[in-house]
């Protein structure tokens, strides 16, 4: 039997609330022998800095370079907004990103048929959706340098970021995008700005060639990041996987992903590079959303984000994409019998749900499947 290191950090807020209905499919799937997960806890964002005086321990991150996955929640709230910006909530993040290296963000955007009317688009254009972003996340105009903000001297200022790739960045990322497409249908859509950036330039013409010598078999199309964003909205099927940088990647994944409704419903998978010997990655699974301290305590949040996070996590770094297909499968169910926590409901589909009723239901969902 198949045997894992899980860590869970759930962090603050509602992070630890949906981060519970998890652990109860955890220990389920340990109950019945469907594998071997050995987990452990640790602390991040507010709730380490209340402990450790920064938002998240040298142990901690010891158990995370050391975890097959890591289960993250989600971090931040009022109590927290006055520390020091160096070990704000956040910054745990972000530690646990660069150290392990997680240069690739993948966001799944799926329509569950059930939610489809709870689109902003028509039925037809999101029903059966399921495309995924997949953005580079370590590099780019986020972290290129210069970076500043300069006095000119005559009453101006000047803001200067710089957008900046080296081939091996793009190489993997694109590697990445190609090796799921391979697991999906086939088809990466690789998107920049060519026409106006040299970035974009670089970064074509690596996709192109990287594709040419190592994917060939994989359908490739290039296209321009505005048109993208615009091919979004009208008419999203025509995609599988995206391939784009930080920038690009921040904003065509958001977009992406309120087709198909609320931040309560959006899983996310971060990927490092893959171990020369072991082949492992490194990963950090997280809901998109983050503490939501205005509904924290109340049994109003929706654990689908959490909960598909862990389906992503049994899919991409375990090994286990049938139970992957299955507990997907149990929550288009639980949506389909009408369930609803307060973020997915509608006039037809009414709030029913707490979120450990929802949790629960899930759970008996997948039993059911097993
Ligand atoms: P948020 O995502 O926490 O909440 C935005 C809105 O969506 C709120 O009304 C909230 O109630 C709702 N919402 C979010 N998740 C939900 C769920 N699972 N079920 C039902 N409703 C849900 O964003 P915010 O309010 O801008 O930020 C709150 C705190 O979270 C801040 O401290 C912010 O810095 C932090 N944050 C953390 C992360 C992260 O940990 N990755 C991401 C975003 C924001």
Redesign the pocket.
Known sequence: MASFNLLYLP?D???PE?MAEVKKIVAWMNAQGIARFETDQGLV?GSAHDAHGKAISEADMAKAQAADAVL???????K??KVPYDVR??AG?LRLRKDLGLFANLRPAICYPALADASSLKKNVVEGLDILIVRELTGGVYFGEPKTITDLGNGQKRGIDTQVYDTFEIERIARVAFDLARTRRNKVSSAEKRNVMKTGVLWNEVVTRIHKEEYASVQLEHVLADNCAMQLVRWPKQYDVIVTDNLFGDVLSDVAAMLTG???MLPSASLGAPDAKTKRRKSLY??????????AGTG???????IASFGMALRYSLAMGEWADRLDAAISAVLADGLR???IASETAPANATTTQMGDAILKALQSRA
């Open positions: 962090g807020g509602i992070g949906v964002g993250f929640g989600a971090v931040g709230g009022p927290w907004d909530p956040e993040l609320s931040l309560g997280e809901p998109v959303h983050g503490s939501a301290p205005d509904i109003a949040a929706n654990p689908i984000a959490m926590t307060r973020d």
